[in-house]
């Protein structure tokens, strides 16, 4: 309790609320993780915030994680539910209404702890427990997900381009667009991702999939923007994020699109502070804050019409998890 009590008045400090250099933005704290927790991918269930899996720092060094945290509506602090089958992190988590999915990540086995999977876990909330489904078409992790049309879309990420499989070049960027429908339990292929990547973000708006960001195996960071309209089957450029920004996180929020975080590993390597808009209608980019605690591989979910930034890590790469739980919130 005395940990408990110590970590929130922590977050609070450097969290408490902030106007921006924009005062149509507020900040404020929300409810710390239970432990530090970074990589990871939250979903909106059943007016319920769930984070599975991730990464943590302890004396051995990163430990892949098996925890399920939710955290309702009405409650102050996170309940700890069921554990995942077997630890996994970058693993995407996905809410549709007949349930919450756990698609691909990495998994702990002989050659490391980057063993990239083609794992399907749906979660029973009658029960609190997790069953294992039939295995997606290819391995994939570090993969952007949006449900459209009540279709599951997961695309783009990391795939095992060998025999080998457990560290990062292991793995290669994959354009794989693969739309998943729960309840037949069965999967299509639809038009690729134009540019193969990463650690990039999505949002659905208006019937639209955004990409954006991310980064590829060998070539770093990116910067790019891409549309996919699945009444034309067609992908569309749009302008570039302005930083090339990977480990981000965005949601679509109150009529734009919004980006948070990320980092890099030029000198030494940073986490990106940026709060950025995209205003679909205009078409233009512009920064509207700055985040308190500037975080990557963090979690982004709407929910109580503000946007929650869960988890993550304050250094670039696995260094600095983070159990910080901030609240960003349009004030017009």
């Not at 409650?75 to 630890?87: D, F, G, I």
């Not at 702990?108 to 029960?127: E, M």
């Amino acid at each position: 309790m005395v940990r408990w009590i110590a970590l929130m008045m922590c977050c609070t400090t450097l969290l408490s609320p902030v106007v921006s250099s924009a005062p149509d933005y507020y900040w404020s704290a929300g409810p710390a993780l239970p432990q530090a927790t970074q990589e990871i991918y939250p979903a909106v269930y059943g007016n319920e915030i769930y984070v599975a899996g991730g990464l943590s720092e302890g004396d051995e060094g990163i430990t892949v994680k098996d925890t399920v945290y939710r955290l309702d509506a009405s409650s102050e602090s996170w309940q700890t539910l069921t554990k995942l089958p077997e630890p996994r992190h970058h693993a995407m988590l996905v809410a549709r209404k007949d349930a919450l999915w756990s698609f691909g990540g990495f998994v702990t086995a002989g050659d490391g702890q980057w063993v990239n999977t083609d794992s399907i876990l749906r979660f029973d909330k009658a029960t609190g427990t997790w069953e294992q489904k039939s295995p997606m078409p290819v391995t994939l992790s570090e993969t952007v997900s949006v449900v459209l049309n009540d279709k599951i879309h997961l695309i783009g990420g990391r795939t095992v381009k060998g025999r080998a499989n457990g560290r990062w070049h292991d793995h290669t960027d994959t354009d794989w667009h693969g739309v998943y429908d729960s309840e037949a339990g069965v999967w299509k292929t639809a038009t690729p991702l134009p540019t193969p990547r990463n650690s990039a973000c999505a949002v659905e708006y208006q019937g639209k999939i955004h990409v954006i960001g991310g980064r590829q195996v060998d070539a770093g960071n990116l910067d790019t923007h891409e549309m996919y309209d699945p009444s034309t089957a067609q992908w569309q450029t749009l302008k570039p994020l302005p930083k090339k920004q990977a480990g981000l996180a965005c949601v679509a929020y109150r009529h734009s699109i919004y980006v948070f975080g990320g980092e890099h590993f030029i000198d030494g390597g940073a986490v990106f502070t940026h709060v950025w808009r995209y205003d679909i209608a205009r078409k233009k980019w512009e920064q509207v804050s700055t985040m308190p605690m500037p975080r990557h591989g963090l979690g982004a979910v709407v929910f109580n019409d503000q946007v929650w930034l869960i988890g993550g890590a304050t250094r670039a790469g696995a260094d600095g998890t983070s159990a910080v739980v901030s609240k960003f919130k349009n004030m017009n």
